[in-house]
């Protein structure tokens, strides 16, 4: 399929950042005005920072890595996505990232979900508050040492919180 295919994409329901299209068969949902997401690993002296918070959509507390959308205001629609890694980083977490090493663009469920995000790996971690996020986020901040970490995952699914796919980063393929 290519851009000149665009003229069959059924536009089904449009939000401020979540459009829902038709093509064909296929119903999927993508990002409206062309909204990117970054997720950012941060690792601090062997302990890895991870956020959990409310989802709506699966109406519970999810454990993540931290992560924000990218020029999802109308004054920042140019943002680069670096800058607004270490933005969302420090928002959510409250460190403060030196570096920010862009690893790539990802896609987290194409089968259903045209957003991609850009997946970073951020260096040099002070920090500088106690984070959880802006706007009422609630967000909730865990430094869990690496060797607990599978461990503390499984205590939190216990628990019924969610586990976002990410984390399977950290558990080797057998």
Request: net charge negative.
């Given at each position: 399929?290519?851009?000149?295919?665009?003229?069959d994409?059924?536009?089904?329901?449009?939000?401020r950042?979540?459009?829902?299209?038709?093509?064909?068969k296929?119903e999927?949902?993508?990002?409206?005005?062309?909204i990117?997401?970054?997720?950012?690993?941060?690792?601090?002296?062997?302990?890895?920072?991870?956020?959990?918070?409310?989802?709506?959509?699966?109406?519970?507390?999810?454990?993540?890595?931290?992560a924000?959308?990218?020029g999802?205001?109308?004054h920042n629609?140019?943002?680069?996505?670096s800058?607004?890694?270490?933005?969302?980083?420090?928002?959510?977490?409250?460190?403060?990232?030196?570096?920010?090493?862009?690893?790539g663009?990802?896609?987290?469920?194409?089968?259903?979900?045209?957003?991609?995000?850009?997946?970073?790996?951020?260096?040099?971690?002070?920090?500088?508050?106690?984070?959880?996020?802006?706007?009422?986020?609630?967000?909730?901040?865990?430094?869990?040492?690496?060797?607990?970490?599978a461990?503390?995952?499984?205590?939190?699914r216990?628990?019924?919180?969610g586990?976002?796919?990410?984390?399977?980063l950290f558990?080797?393929?057998h």
């Open positions: 399929m290519s851009a000149a295919d665009d003229a994409i059924e536009i089904m329901w449009e939000g950042f979540i459009t829902a299209k038709r093509e064909g296929w999927y949902v993508s990002r409206s005005r062309g990117k997401a970054a997720v950012i690993l941060a690792i601090d002296e062997g302990h890895v920072l991870l956020v959990e918070q409310y989802r709506v959509p699966l109406g519970k507390n999810c454990l993540e890595l931290p924000g959308l990218v999802d205001h109308d629609g140019d943002e680069d996505a800058l607004a890694a270490i933005r969302e980083l420090e928002e959510e977490t409250g460190y403060r990232a030196e570096t920010m090493k862009d690893c663009e990802y896609y987290s469920s194409p089968g259903m979900v045209s957003e991609s995000f850009s997946f970073f790996k951020a260096g040099g971690l002070t920090k500088v508050s106690e984070g959880g996020g802006v706007d009422g986020e609630n967000i909730t901040v865990h430094r869990v040492a690496l060797p607990e970490l461990n503390f995952i499984e205590q939190k216990r628990k019924g919180v586990i976002d796919v990410k984390l399977l558990f080797p393929a």
